[in-house]
């Protein structure tokens, strides 16, 4: 019977000793798993704050570009006022006043070269447009993607500590 005494007492020793090898071990997985935590969240800003900076050098240079554009184009000529609008009745005067085919063609050349000036102001609002559809949806889409990070991360470390 004490040998059945010795032998539970060593058993139980045993199991004690294995336990605290486990909580040990449990401590120390902790341990690594809240410092891999804290370097993934540091990750994570570091990350955030290059993106935001990349963005903001993107809408800076694209500003400048904006600048430098219009620059060029008032060097060349091409102004990007708007026109007063003219009635028609002042258009049919101006036509009547002309006296000859050459003076017609002076005009007619004149309005051409105008038309062609607005086309391409035109052509370049709507490329700066589409750079800026382009550039806001880029935007949208990493601040969508920085929200489900986010999130996710919210339900990740919900979901271990409980």
Do not use: F
Not at 61 to 87: F, N, R, V, Y
Not at 130 to 151: H, N, P
């Amino acid at each position: 019977m004490a040998e059945n005494t010795n032998q539970g007492t060593a058993l139980t020793q045993q199991w004690l000793a294995e336990i605290q090898t486990l909580k040990q071990q449990m401590l120390e997985l902790q341990q690594d798993r809240d410092a891999a935590w804290e370097s993934a969240q540091k990750w994570r800003q570091l990350y955030n704050t290059e993106a935001e900076q990349r963005r903001t050098d993107a809408q800076l240079s694209q500003q400048a570009i904006a600048s430098l554009k219009a620059d060029l184009h008032k060097l060349q000529g091409i102004e990007t006022g708007t026109l007063p609008a003219t009635p028609v009745t002042a258009i049919q005067e101006e036509i009547a006043q002309l006296q000859s085919v050459e003076e017609l063609q002076v005009l007619l050349s004149a309005a051409i070269k105008e038309r062609d000036r607005l086309l391409q102001a035109l052509k370049t609002e709507q490329d700066n447009h589409a750079q800026t559809r382009k550039s806001l949806t880029t935007a949208l889409g990493d601040a969508i993607d920085s929200l489900t990070r986010e999130r996710a991360a919210g339900q990740g470390v919900g979901g271990k500590g409980e």
